[in-house]
């Protein structure tokens, strides 16, 4: 069976964490996009859930909650978990990412410091919600520090630069339990970014499985069509759902669109449905 391309996208982002555009803008963008459903994906953070559904609700668009988690990982690259159908208020994640919110206040205090820039300036460039690098680069922009946001990124905001600081993490095991726990759905966020050969990557994924991970994003918005065959033969091989999005992120990620990703993303809805079936009952 064939798909229409460019169905749901399960990966955005907004400025309640580190998107330019507005949590309502998200699924007005989606629409017009040709979507039928948009995730929007906030890291450590569920503030922009009602306002994008209302929107939604506007354009004719289903909006999925979810966060985006970043996680303990010892290998290279970086590990981040998609949880998807946790609403805002109390609960075992809900709560964790209370703490973790306040964790990275506490970075970019530190972040600041080391760049030189008034820590008021950086919650000003966020709207005052959800601050991090990417708007700590817009400011380096801005000051003529560097060039562009990758520039930035390059010479003072990545891992190993003068202004990285390293995030609390939670573990693999934890996150998928939380999210267990709160109703969610545990997804392993663009694979790649582990920056592990083929053998090591189908190994770790595996692992994830075992702990009960419920899908990996094979679709995402930079990926050639041979890295997302190759990932959904993976998720096939371990009985994941083969999700996807396009990490929308606005100006910070200018290439990244919602629905679109960078021009040729193709998720089907039959990713959502199967998606629901691995949620927990009640």
């Given at each position: 069976m064939t798909y229409p391309a460019r169905v749901i996208d399960l990966h955005t982002h907004s400025t309640v964490s580190d998107g330019s555009d507005p949590p309502e803008r998200i699924p007005e963008l989606?629409?017009?996009?040709?979507?039928?459903?948009?995730?929007?994906?906030?890291?450590?953070?569920?503030?922009?859930?009602?306002?994008?559904?209302?929107?939604?609700?506007s354009a004719g668009v289903e909006l999925v909650p979810g966060c985006e988690l970043s996680c303990t990982w010892d290998g290279p690259g970086a590990m981040h978990v998609l949880v998807y159908f946790v609403e805002p208020g109390p609960g075992p994640l809900q709560d964790?990412?209370?703490?973790?919110q306040e964790a990275r206040?506490?970075?970019?205090?530190?972040?600041?410091?080391?760049?030189?820039?008034?820590?008021?300036?950086?919650?000003?460039?966020?709207s005052g919600m959800g601050a991090g690098r990417p708007h700590a680069a817009a400011l380096l922009v801005r000051r003529g520090v560097v060039g562009s946001i990758q520039e930035a990124f390059d010479v003072w905001l990545a891992k190993g630069r003068p202004g990285y600081v390293e995030k609390e993490r939670l573990a693999p095991a934890d996150a998928v339990r939380l999210a267990t726990a709160s109703g969610g759905v545990a997804v392993l966020a663009h694979p790649l970014s582990?920056?592990?050969?083929?053998?090591?990557?189908?190994?770790?994924v595996r692992g994830l499985a075992g702990l009960g991970f419920g899908g990996m994003e094979c679709a995402y918005g930079r990926y050639s069509p041979e890295e997302r065959a190759g990932l959904l033969a993976l998720a096939d091989e371990l009985g994941l759902v083969a999700t996807g999005g396009s990490d929308h992120h606005g100006t910070y990620k200018p290439d990244l669109r919602v629905g679109v990703g960078t021009g040729d993303l193709d998720v089907p809805d039959a990713a959502l449905d199967a998606l629901r079936e691995r949620a927990p009952a009640g």
């Open positions: 989606a629409a017009a996009a040709g979507c039928t459903a948009v995730a929007l994906t906030d890291h450590d953070r569920l503030d922009g859930i009602e306002a994008a559904r209302a929107a939604a609700a964790e990412l209370v703490r973790l206040d506490r970075r970019n205090e530190v972040m600041c410091a080391r760049l030189g820039l008034p820590y008021a300036d950086l919650l000003a460039e966020a582990l920056a592990l050969e083929p053998a090591a990557l189908a190994s770790v």
